[in-house]
């Protein structure tokens, strides 16, 4: 072996290009870097590729959810609808509500509550003059929410007139039970000097999430009073629904042990008339539940009911709350969770 290689053409000896085996060597280094990034690439794209399937499919299952949540507010209201009776209770069918009920690849939950069982907020303030009826009731239902420990049950039901009532000067005093009760109550001074600033409402609650902008009504306010109020603006509650604190800010001769009564009298026989009240609860009680039911302030229907519907399907899920009025079988507020 001298170095040399044979040219077959010629048959003489000659040395092998310089660099050769290097130039080889450089050639593998950049095959073996080209085939790597094209494994990145390909790796990347495969990848993405998955997350863009994935995100279609989770979005096409939120689509089939929400449609799948719509049905279940219809059938909500054709449910309310077929409830044709002379009183609203909760042993009726429409209370029951359906819990994960299949339906083709999905599942779907509906639940209606009636709110006519509840303090209308709205029905509070009537321009700028509070009614001095549903001041009392929420004074009323503040203190029987035992509410002393969180805030002053006054001072939250001023707080409550202002943010409703379109005039500026704050409220001054809550006339309940044959009190004057003093207060400062919160109007667009107060909630400019916050941080960030915000205007003062005056005017009508739109949603129930509104009242944590409210001067007084943190969460764990919210939390105790939530169960117990609307957003409508009718003043008759229906004694079938109606919570014992509800019940108690009726009248100051429905106390605790009235309140009880009335619910326990009410899982047994539904009230379909106040007179089956007589001889039930206390002559005075009954004599005040009559005159509320006189003046149209206390009822045995309901006419708002919110229904909440949540359905799934696979990854997609969707939860809609919708407020109906049964009477004409009205959609008066649909909101999308």
Same mark, same amino acid.
């Given at each position: 072996?001298?170095?040399?290689?044979?040219? %077959?053409? +010629?048959?003489?000896?000659? @040395?092998? &290009?310089?660099?050769?085996?290097?130039?080889?060597?450089?050639?593998? $280094?950049?095959?073996?870097?080209?085939?790597?990034?094209? +494994?990145?690439?390909?790796?990347?794209?495969? &990848?993405?590729?998955?997350?863009?399937?994935? $995100? +279609?499919?989770?979005?096409?299952?939120? +689509?089939?959810?929400?449609?799948?949540?719509?049905?279940?507010?219809?059938?909500?209201?054709?449910?309310?609808?077929?409830? @044709?009776?002379?009183?609203?209770?909760? #042993?009726?069918?429409?209370?029951?509500?359906?819990?994960?009920?299949?339906? %083709?690849?999905?599942?779907?939950?509906?639940?209606?509550?009636?709110?006519?069982?509840?303090?209308?907020?709205?029905?509070?303030?009537?321009?700028?003059?509070?009614?001095?009826?549903?001041?009392?009731?929420?004074?009323?239902? &503040?203190?029987?929410?035992?509410?002393?420990?969180?805030?002053?049950?006054?001072?939250?039901?001023?707080?409550?007139?202002?943010?409703?009532?379109?005039?500026?000067?704050?409220?001054?005093?809550? $006339?309940?039970?044959?009190?004057?009760?003093?207060?400062?109550?919160?109007?667009?001074?107060?909630?400019?000097?916050?941080?960030?600033?915000?205007?003062?409402?005056?005017?009508?609650?739109?949603?129930?999430?509104?009242?944590?902008?409210?001067?007084?009504?943190?969460?764990?306010?919210?939390?105790?009073?939530?169960?117990?109020?609307?957003?409508?603006?009718?003043?008759?509650?229906?004694?079938?629904?109606?919570?014992?604190?509800?019940?108690?800010?009726?009248?100051?001769?429905?106390?605790?042990?009235?309140?009880?009564?009335?619910?326990?009298?009410?899982? #047994?026989?539904?009230?379909?008339?106040?007179?089956?009240?007589?001889?039930?609860?206390?002559?005075?009680?009954?004599?005040?539940?009559?005159?509320?039911?006189?003046? #149209?302030?206390?009822?045995?229907?309901? @006419?708002?009911?919110?229904?909440?519907?949540?359905?799934?399907?696979?990854?997609?899920?969707?939860?809609?709350?919708?407020?109906?009025?049964?009477?004409?079988?009205?959609? $008066?507020?649909?909101?999308?969770?």
């Amino acid at each position: 072996m001298n170095g040399f290689v044979a040219d %077959h053409r +010629t048959g003489d000896d000659v @040395r092998p &290009f310089p660099g050769f085996k290097t130039n080889r060597g450089m050639a593998l $280094l950049v095959v073996l870097a080209i085939v790597a990034l094209l +494994t990145s690439l390909l790796t990347e794209l495969a &990848f993405s590729t998955l997350v863009d399937l994935r $995100l +279609t499919e989770t979005f096409r299952d939120t +689509t089939r959810a929400y449609y799948l949540a719509r049905g279940g507010i219809t059938a909500g209201r054709m449910i309310l609808q077929d409830d @044709r009776n002379h009183y609203d209770g909760l #042993e009726e069918l429409w209370s029951q509500g359906v819990i994960n009920y299949p339906v %083709h690849d999905g599942f779907i939950t509906v639940r209606i509550i009636d709110q006519d069982g509840k303090l209308g907020i709205n029905a509070l303030v009537s321009g700028n003059t509070p009614d001095t009826l549903m001041v009392d009731r929420f004074y009323r239902l &503040f203190v029987a929410l035992e509410l002393d420990d969180l805030a002053d049950p006054a001072e939250l039901t001023a707080n409550l007139i202002d943010w409703l009532d379109s005039g500026n000067s704050p409220y001054t005093q809550i $006339l309940t039970g044959g009190l004057a009760i003093p207060v400062s109550g919160a109007e667009d001074a107060y909630y400019q000097g916050l941080s960030p600033p915000y205007p003062v409402k005056n005017g009508r609650l739109d949603t129930l999430d509104e009242l944590s902008l409210i001067k007084g009504f943190t969460p764990e306010v919210l939390r105790r009073i939530l169960p117990h109020v609307g957003l409508h603006d009718l003043p008759a509650v229906n004694i079938n629904t109606a919570s014992g604190a509800v019940l108690k800010a009726l009248d100051p001769l429905v106390d605790e042990a009235v309140a009880a009564t009335l619910i326990a009298y009410r899982q #047994e026989t539904p009230i379909e008339e106040l007179a089956q009240l007589d001889g039930v609860i206390p002559p005075g009680a009954y004599s005040a539940i009559k005159s509320l039911g006189n003046l #149209e302030q206390l009822g045995l229907r309901s @006419r708002r009911y919110r229904i909440e519907a949540e359905a799934e399907v696979n990854d997609g899920r969707r939860r809609l709350q919708a407020e109906v009025d049964k009477q004409g079988n009205r959609l $008066l507020l649909l909101k999308v969770n």
